[in-house]
């Protein structure tokens, strides 16, 4: 192919060399043939993300021109470029791939036909298609033949941007131009860039539609009773949401109309590491042939991966599609959730294990999403410290926070929902000296809220921070459920309350500094 420097994207798809839509073992064997992974003993293939092992946050941009300028909630999160620095890189983007092996992957984003979002993935290497394949929700061969995109990916993870004449702040980018209805990814080989870049459109474009967007799990019961699992990493949110007996929707992300919710995604992306056979049998399983394990470490003889070794990262993750599961609804589609429940880990040991929420604290802890950070997880980090990242999901929200509580609120009151705040995190005291809630505890907790027991009993309100702990509940010690009750010194607890109410409150002001309709909200 030789060098056009007025190349576009639809003239680069008609290249000899643009392998569209090929099937999973096709795909496999030509990034084994490649050289860009490798097999491990049960068939999964193997790879590596090199440099960067994570996302990059901080080299992500949303295009700012008339119909984002004022929409977009503009800041450290959702920073902005240029159209001109835009359209130069996009430029250099397509003359770098005019040269290469293509591959291309059509398909969608959201169960619900309503709401669905038709994407096309362009990708330079091959498992990162394989990827995409899997993540996103494969159409029908009759779905294929009418597809038409609405939003497309562009990733060329071996082109580097030059931050003077691209407007970056390194060589990485990952960009989404509305306009242009694009999303522009390179200098990494992250691929699960690709995934929360589709979730951030989904995230910007359904609100419009009175469709609430949630970084979320999902499940159902037998009686179709339907329930959601909120909560930063380190929560419970995967172990709490693989129930046995209950169906998976999804692991991560959601849509909730008026016809019920459904599921962004085709697949899951779990973390890796430490994973066995007994605590989380679901995803090692579904670690076979068709899912990608990335930046594992396996035996060069035997292709065993040591799921313990983190030589490389802590984010070792597998991409699986989601009917590697066994109990799953495909598709991702379900009614109205009966209970939500926000998961959090307070380290400071003051929080209720469970407490019912009013409408008004759910849409309060929602725009909070706290948890804890503990010490020795982070250099400097002595001891817990308050963690909040708004409605759980802050990097992956390009509109205002108020946009998405005003939904949830009003989802809440028209489908009578019932919230939990479950505190997964320690009892007895703060980390170092109180313990971890036991599991046991925590399941029994959540079994008998999502089986509607809770509401036999009656609520107390918690004197600092309002929440209502109910007095009762099976299979949990009375004493446990008031987490006050567990303190040796009772003085100690009011203390480490107080200081905690006091880092929600300077959080809320600082969210309604930055989100004016926030303040004009009753909590």
């Known amino acids: 192919m030789g060098k056009n420097s007025n190349i576009s994207l639809e003239k680069l798809l008609t290249n000899t060399e643009v392998y569209r839509n090929l099937s999973v073992p096709q795909l496999v064997e030509v990034a084994i043939k490649r050289g860009e992974g490798k097999l491990t003993n049960t068939g999964a293939l193997r790879v590596s993300t090199g440099k960067y092992t994570g996302r990059s946050p901080k080299d992500k941009y949303i295009v700012k021109e008339p119909t984002t300028e004022q929409k977009i909630a503009w800041g450290a999160v959702n920073q902005s470029i240029e159209e001109e620095k835009f359209e130069a890189l996009f430029a250099d983007v397509l003359q770098y791939l005019n040269e290469k092996q293509l591959f291309v992957f059509d398909g969608f984003a959201g169960a619900d036909d309503l709401y669905c979002l038709p994407i096309t993935v362009v990708n330079e290497y091959a498992w990162h298609n394989l990827f995409a394949h899997q993540l996103f929700i494969r159409p029908a061969d009759e779905e294929l033949k009418h597809h038409k ?6 990733y060329a993870p071996g082109f580097q941007a030059k931050p003077e004449k691209h407007g970056t702040k390194t060589e990485t980018f990952i960009i989404v131009n509305y306009k242009k209805k694009m ?9 699960g860039e690709m995934k929360k870049s589709i979730f951030s459109v989904m995230n910007t ?18 009686n179709n009773d339907v329930a959601l699992f909120f909560g930063l990493s380190g929560t419970g949110k995967t172990t709490l949401s693989a129930d046995p007996n209950r169906y998976l929707i999804g692991d991560d992300e959601h849509g909730w109309c008026d016809a019920g919710i459904f599921n962004f995604e085709g697949g899951c992306y779990a973390k890796a590491i430490h994973l066995s056979m007994e605590t989380e049998p679901e995803i090692y399983k579904s670690v076979r042939f068709g899912a990608i394990l990335e930046n594992a470490i396996i035996n060069d003889k035997t292709r065993v991966p040591d799921y313990d070794d983190n030589s490389l990262t802590e984010n070792t993750r597998v991409a699986y599609p989601i009917n590697h599961i066994d109990n799953v609804i495909i598709p991702g589609l379900a009614g109205h959730p009966n209970v939500i429940i926000f998961l959090t880990a307070d380290a400071f040991g003051v929080l209720p294990p469970i407490s019912k929420l ?18 020795g997880t982070e250099r400097g980090v002595t001891k817990p410290q308050a963690t909040f990242s708004t409605c759980f999901g802050a990097p992956f929200l390009p509109l205002y926070p108020s946009v998405y509580a005003k939904l949830l609120g009003e989802n809440i009151d028209k489908y009578n929902t019932t919230v939990y705040l479950v505190n997964t995190g320690w009892t007895g005291g703060p980390y170092g000296v109180g313990k971890r809630m036991k599991l046991s505890f925590t399941r029994a907790m959540i079994t008998a809220a999502l089986k509607g027991e809770l509401d036999k009993f009656a609520f107390n309100p918690d004197p600092i921070f309002g929440l209502l702990i109910p007095e009762f509940c099976p299979g949990v010690p009375r004493d446990v459920l008031n987490p006050r009750n567990t303190w040796p010194n009772k003085e100690d607890y009011d203390k480490q309350a107080k200081d905690l109410a006091d880092r929600f409150n300077k959080n809320f002001e600082k969210l309604e500094s930055n989100d004016p309709t926030i303040k004009s909200m009753k909590f």
């Open 149 to 154: 995109a609405q939003f497309t990916v562009v």
């Open 183 to 191: 999303v522009l990814i390179g200098g990494t080989e992250y691929a």
């Open 205 to 222: 474009i359904l609100p419009d539609n009175d469709v609430l967007p949630m970084h979320c799990s999902a499940n159902i019961g037998e």
């Open 358 to 375: 009013t409408k008004e604290q759910a849409m309060y802890h929602f725009l909070s999403g706290y948890t804890s950070k503990l010490a």
